[in-house]
């Protein structure tokens, strides 16, 4: 085999192991956000309360929607 060759076949296998790595760890994160959020509402609760407001359940709940469509 020729030496172009070679260098051919280094270069696509390079290019396919980044894409096969950057899309399984894309997946991986996206599962392991939607099963361990960044944020629980009893942490945005405790926020609140240290802001000096006092949460609703319907004001948790609509904040913790908010941030869940924006992510």
């Known amino acids: 085999m020729g ?3 070679w260098i051919l076949i280094v ?14 760890a894309r997946k991986y994160m996206e599962s392991y956000l939607k099963s361990n959020p960044p944020i629980s509402e009893d942490q945005l609760s405790a ?3 240290q802001m000096g407001q006092k949460p609703s359940q319907k004001k948790l709940r609509q904040m913790m929607n ?3 469509n924006r992510g």
């Open 47 to 49: 926020m609140m309360q």
């Open 66 to 68: 908010t941030m869940k």
């Open 11 to 24: 270069i696509v296998a390079l290019v396919a192991g980044v894409a096969i790595g950057f899309f399984g």
């Open 3 to 5: 030496t172009g060759l």
